[in-house]
């Protein structure tokens, strides 16, 4: 068994789980930069702005998934509704996404080409985010009695304490990572633009949908949780895109994409 006891919250009121939002969000950015340095078609403008259209939509549709995703609770606390200390990665993902879209139809750049650049970015900070998961006690996973099981014992955790459960946070850590190291194989590889964010979806659909049964979740639909419903609905989307436009090349022909 391994014992985690580290104090979920960093300093004053602000737990750790935020902090590696933050720098997973600011990893992200950097990661795009990057890429624009390296000669992505892409202008550093378009960057920011993109950033600051994302960043708040995402916000605002991971919190709603997850106030709908435990409404049992939140319809009797109303007042907890605007918050922080719940979100949904698909919510971040998909609401951010759906912001960036309308914003490109109104300025100079393609959606699936910027999406393609920023996929290795996105699953890099979503590892750095599980692990502010996994100090907080948050998204964790069933009892289990495996070597490997973890204990939480800081009374400020999310997770129940004393029991050893799945340390699910870092199982997913581990798949994020083989993910991105994936998605940096085929990076150039196919086409059309948006190909590889159609991979990114589906690769961590199938994973959220298979994790899952080892998390402690709400039932939402048919016995599954909500990321269980959306990952079904997502990976039967991507599937259907990537098999009906999406074609291998040799290598990537140019800066455009």
């Known amino acids: 068994m391994i014992t985690i006891g580290i104090d979920p919250v960093a300093f004053l009121n602000v737990r750790w789980y935020g902090i590696m939002v933050a720098l997973g969000v600011a990893v992200l950015i950097l990661w795009t930069l990057r890429e624009v340095r390296k000669g992505a078609n892409l202008s550093y403008d378009t960057v920011f702005t993109a950033a600051l259209v994302g960043i708040p939509s995402g916000i605002v549709i991971s919190r709603l ?23 949904t990665i698909y919510g971040a993902v998909l609401g951010g996404a759906l912001a960036i879209w309308i914003y490109s139809k109104f300025s100079n750049f393609r959606f699936g080409y910027f999406a393609d650049v920023v996929a290795p970015g996105i699953i890099l900070a979503q590892a750095i985010g599980r692990v502010g998961c996994t100090i907080n006690g948050c998204c964790y996973g069933t009892e289990t009695f495996l070597p490997w099981a973890v204990v939480y014992s800081h009374p400020d955790s999310f997770a129940p304490l004393g029991i050893p459960i799945h340390p699910t946070q870092i199982y997913e850590i581990i798949a994020l990572l083989v993910i991105f190291g994936i998605l940096l194989i085929l ?33 939402f639909l048919f016995g599954l949780h909500q990321a269980q419903v959306i990952a079904i609905i997502v990976l039967a989307i991507t599937i259907f895109l990537l098999a009906y436009r999406t074609r291998w090349v040799k290598a990537e022909s140019s800066s455009e994409g």
């Open 187 to 219: 990076k150039g590889h196919f086409k059309p633009d948006g190909s590889l964010f159609l991979i990114y979806l589906g690769l961590y659909s199938l994973w959220r949908f298979g994790i899952s049964f080892l998390r402690v979740g709400t039932p």
């Open 65 to 87: 998934l997850h106030v709908v995703d435990v409404w049992d609770y939140y319809s009797q606390n109303l007042g907890q509704i605007v918050g922080a200390s719940g979100l």
